[in-house]
């Protein structure tokens, strides 16, 4: 079993700041790869950036420049830091990590319960 537990989200004004943290715990070695994901109203899911276990990041173009991934594989957790928000930015925002279980590259994927984040004035 494994559990993500993220921390951070809430409101804030359009040119803020938050900062969101997942910790990871239960029975694992480690992850290939952790991330964010988040999702609006009506919007599917979408990958906002991730991290692999030797710190490559990717992030998307919407949030670049503005948000920063960062891993600490020790502690197990991640982290996103969101600078200048806009109110397009507002969604729920969960946690990702996997590892790769297959040759073919499959993926076992573990995911947080997502904090909310809103940005509006």
């Known amino acids: 079993q494994v559990q993500l537990v993220e921390s951070g989200g809430g409101l804030v004004q359009p040119g803020g700041s938050l900062r969101l943290s997942c910790v990871a715990s239960?029975?694992?070695?480690?992850?290939?790869?952790m991330g964010w994901y988040r999702q609006a109203p009506g919007k599917e899911r979408e990958l906002v950036a991730s991290?692999?276990?030797?710190?490559?990041?990717n992030t998307a173009d919407s949030v670049k420049g503005r948000f920063t991934i960062s891993r600490d594989n020790a502690k197990n957790t991640v982290s996103l830091q969101m600078n200048s928000l806009k109110p397009e930015d507002t969604a729920i925002y969960y946690c990702?990590?996997?590892?790769?279980?297959?040759?073919?590259?499959?993926?076992?994927?573990?995911w947080g319960q997502g904090t909310q984040v809103t940005v509006s004035s």
């Open positions: 990702n990590a996997y590892r790769v279980i297959s040759v073919e590259g499959a993926r076992a994927n573990y």
């Open positions: 239960g029975r694992f070695r480690s992850f290939d790869g």
């Open positions: 991290i692999g276990s030797g710190g490559s990041a």
